[in-house]
């Protein structure tokens, strides 16, 4: 069913049909009749998985850009997502690059998307859900749907102060999500990617650490790093995460790397400059996982993220050391279903 819903799909634009999809699902589950109907066909068998204290109702979670508003949670938790990350929220709304700015690679089952941090701004989504968890106050389902808030800077803010906006962030956040992921590693804000560095790092991460331990509960805070860290950059960052007593990376982030695919060099130069996620992130990924388990012993927890398409690429991340795993890519290769095909066979 979906193979011929993505055919439709894939004539429009790829941003467009994104938000199409999604109303649309919306739509179906707006009452209590249609979510259930939608889950009937979607929900996966329940994996209790235990991450950082906290309780998911199966190990297979959305990564960030997805729903970067909170504008769908309902709709992704009738997916059956074990959890839902959403942003990158910054301190300011930011309208983000220009269109067009999200493409398809079919031949490579992969995207490029240069979005740019585009949301509607801390306050707005702390609002939205600030109203989410009001509404789910009475529920008595066992495993509420886990939300991770990940984090970033405004394009406007030099990197200098980029420590107050993950600050800014974490504080309007703080009370409405289950756990943080600093996103210092999207390649497509100017200079972000400069943040990997140790020293500034460090920074923003003791600063955040040091809110956290004021709060009356602290929240698990995790790192976001690129498949395209050099080897030193990442012994680096594992220092720096022993150092400060992260709580997790989530391994990895999109490729600026277009190398090896089988897309057309005229068409990628077409496309320009972006992040490549998908099938060809697969082994970069994994790989990394691997090498971050084996040089802690498993001691830093791990979100793995990267091409997983199915069940057996999810088991791929797992081998390699990764507790959990968030789709993306897959999902809007795969359809609405691969939640319930990853975990059935996990």
């Known amino acids: 069913m979906y193979q011929l819903l993505r055919k439709i799909y ?12 999604m109303r649309q699902l919306q739509l179906l589950t707006k009452t209590a009749v249609g979510k259930k109907l939608v889950q009937s066909i979607t929900q996966p068998p329940l994996k209790e998985t235990r991450f950082l204290n906290l309780r998911f109702k199966n190990p297979v979670g959305l990564g960030a850009g997805f729903d970067k508003n909170a ?3 309902n709709e992704l938790e009738a997916l059956g997502f074990g959890f839902v990350e959403i942003g990158t929220v910054t301190p300011l709304p930011q309208d983000g690059n220009e269109k067009p700015r999200l ?3 079919p031949a490579d089952k992969a995207l490029i998307n240069r979005m740019g941090f585009n949301n509607e ?3 707005a989504i702390a609002r939205r859900l600030e109203a989410w968890r009001e509404r789910k106050a009475g529920s008595k389902d066992p495993f509420p749907l886990i939300i991770g808030g990940n984090i970033g800077k405004n394009k406007i803010t030099p990197n200098d102060n980029a420590w107050e906006d993950y600050a800014t962030c974490f504080n309007k956040l703080h009370h409405f999500v289950d756990y943080f992921v600093v996103n210092v590693s999207s390649p497509n804000t100017p200079g972000l990617r400069a943040l ?3 020293d500034a790092l460090r920074k923003i991460l003791l600063n955040l650490a040091m809110i956290n331990n004021g ?6 805070v995790l790192l976001k790093i690129a498949p395209d860290l050099t080897k030193e950059q ?8 022993l150092e400060i007593k992260l709580d997790g990376l989530v391994v990895s982030n999109t490729t600026i790397d277009r190398s090896n695919l089988n897309t057309p060099e005229m068409t990628l130069a077409a496309i320009g400059a972006g992040g490549l996620s998908g099938k060809p992130v697969q082994s970069k990924s994994t790989a990394l996982i691997q090498y971050i388990a ?3 012993d498993g001691h830093i927890p791990i979100i793995g993220s990267g091409g997983i398409f199915t069940s057996e690429d999810a088991k791929e991340k797992m081998a390699a050391g990764a507790a959990l795993v968030q789709i993306w890519t897959g999902f809007i290769y795969e359809g609405p279903a691969i939640v319930k095909n990853i975990c059935k066979n996990l």
Do not use: S, W
């Not at 709060?215 to 698990?220: D, E, M, T, V, W």
């Open 103 to 105: 493409f398809r690679l």
């Open 71 to 73: 504008v769908f949670l």
């Open 215 to 220: 709060k009356a509960f602290a929240k698990p």
């Open 234 to 241: 990442v012994d680096d960052v594992i220092a720096l995460a």
């Open 121 to 123: 701004g801390a306050d």
């Open 196 to 198: 990997q560095d140790k």
């Open 10 to 21: 894939f004539n429009f634009e790829p941003e467009r049909a994104h938000y199409m999809a």
């Open 294 to 296: 084996e040089q802690t």
